[in-house]
C-alpha cells in the first residue's frame, strides 16, 4: 500500500510570489488533513477534508492559504502571495475514518526569502 | 484550550539504558492520546493510542502509559535505531482528527 506522498519535497520562493503544495492520501481515505510545523514551533493544525469538503478550516492562518480537494483524491494547497512567516514544513496527512490514526506525508519544506 | 507540554526537550541516553518521556496534558474531555516517532526528514508515523486512564499499549521496546493527566512512553534498553523525535498528540473537539501536538523529545541512544 503508498503511503501519503507530497510535492515537491523543498520549494524556495521568494516573498509576494504563489507556490502550490500537492498531496496525494492513501487510496481509500475520505478524511484528508493538511498540518504545518514553523521554526521551533508545533505542528499546528491547518484543515481537515472529508472528501472534497472543507470540514474544519478553523487552523488556516489568514486569505492568503487556499486550499482543494477536487473530485475527493488528491489535494493542493496554494500559498498566495508567500510572505517570509510562511516558512516551514507542510504535512499531509489521511485517514480512513474519524476516529483512526493518521498517516502523515514526509512533508514539504517551504522557504519564502 | 487543549494543551500538550512534553519533557524533557532532549534525552541522551546509552544503548540498553532504559527511561521514560513524559507528556502532560490539558484537555475538556480526551478522547484519544496519539504517540508518533519522526525520523529526520520524514513524517510523523504513529506508534500508539491512548484512549482511558489505565490503558497501556507496547510494541517492542516502547510501552505507552495514560493517567488522567498525563502519558509516559517507556523505551526499555534502547537501541541505536531507536534515535528519533518522540512526539505526542491530543484530539481536539468532539469531532474528527484535530490533533494539538506537543513540541516533542528528541531522543539519541548511543552505542
Known amino acids: 500500500e503508498a503511503g501519503v506522498t507530497q510535492f515537491p519535497s523543498h520549494s524556495v520562493i521568494e516573498k509576494g510570489q504563489t507556490v502550490t503544495l500537492r498531496c496525494d492520501p492513501i487510496?481509500?481515505?475520505?478524511?484528508l488533513y493538511w498540518y504545518r510545523r514553523v521554526m521551533g514551533k508545533e505542528i499546528k493544525f491547518l484543515l481537515h477534508?472529508?472528501?472534497?469538503?472543507?470540514?474544519?478550516e478553523s487552523g488556516m492562518p489568514n486569505n492568503r492559504f487556499l486550499a482543494e480537494r477536487t473530485g475527493g483524491t488528491y489535494s493542493t494547497l496554494k500559498v498566495q502571495p508567500a510572505e517570509l512567516e510562511d516558512s516551514g514544513v507542510y504535512f499531509c496527512a489521511s485517514s480512513q475514518d474519524l476516529n483512526s490514526p493518521l498517516h502523515f506525508g514526509n512533508g514539504t519544506r517551504l522557504t519564502v526569502t | 484550550e487543549d494543551q500538550v507540554t512534553q519533557s524533557p526537550e532532549a534525552l541522551r541516553l546509552q544503548e540498553g539504558e532504559s527511561s521514560s518521556l513524559n507528556c502532560s496534558y490539558t484537555v475538556s474531555g480526551l478522547r484519544g492520546l496519539f504517540w508518533y516517532r519522526q525520523d529526520p526528514g520524514k513524517g510523523p508515523e504513529f506508534l500508539f493510542t491512548l484512549y482511558s486512564a489505565g490503558e497501556e499499549k507496547e510494541k517492542e521496546r516502547l510501552k505507552a502509559t495514560l493517567t488522567k493527566k498525563e502519558s509516559f512512553l517507556h523505551i526499555t534498553a534502547p537501541k541505536p535505531e531507536d534515535s528519533a523525535t518522540y512526539l505526542c498528540a491530543v484530539q481536539e473537539g468532539e469531532y474528527g482528527n484535530k490533533l494539538v501536538f506537543g513540541a516533542g523529545t528528541i531522543l539519541r541512544v548511543k552505542s
Open positions: 487510496s481509500g481515505h475520505d478524511n
Open positions: 477534508f472529508v472528501k472534497e469538503s472543507k470540514q474544519d
